[in-house]
């Protein structure tokens, strides 16, 4: 979706510090960590919240969990612990705008609050 700043990091009209991509996922740095390791984890395919996950999305929600777990031990984190959290409209932090950290959404039509390992 053109508007949206995740979509735009995706397809690269965006700056991102991007740390993994495949067919399912892309995963970048928060731009305002709030940890040492701050990642979000979003799907390609552009879903502006979760509440609107359609039931053919759900093996994405595996998928972001693997990328999760892959990117906690990638960077050190896996034994010390780290939370994953998903953000869901605005008093949520869900953002609409970038620079305002977690989930960078709450306008209609913006991706989804994204999973966040966070260690
Ligand atoms: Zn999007």
């Given amino acids: 979706m053109s508007d949206c700043l995740f979509c ?3 397809d690269h009209r965006i700056k991102g ?3 993994y ?3 399912s996922v892309v995963a970048f740095r928060d731009i305002l960590p709030r940890a040492p390791v701050h990642i979000l984890i ?3 395919k552009h879903i502006a919240t979760v509440m609107d996950l ?3 999305d759900l093996g ?3 998928d972001i969990f693997r990328v999760a ?3 906690a031990r990638d960077e050190g984190i896996a034994g010390t612990g780290f939370r ?3 953000n869901c409209g605005r008093n949520a932090g869900q953002r609409g705008r970038p620079g305002r950290s977690l989930g960078h959404n709450g306008k209609p039509g913006r991706h989804p609050g994204p999973l966040h390992p966070r260690g």
């Fill in 17 to 19: 510090d991007i740390v």
């Fill in 84 to 86: 994953v959290v998903v």
């Fill in 69 to 71: 777990a892959l990117l």
């Fill in 42 to 44: 979003v799907p390609r």
């Fill in 60 to 62: 994405l929600i595996g």
């Fill in 54 to 56: 359609e039931p053919d």
């Fill in 8 to 10: 735009g990091i995706i």
């Fill in 21 to 23: 991509r495949d067919d």
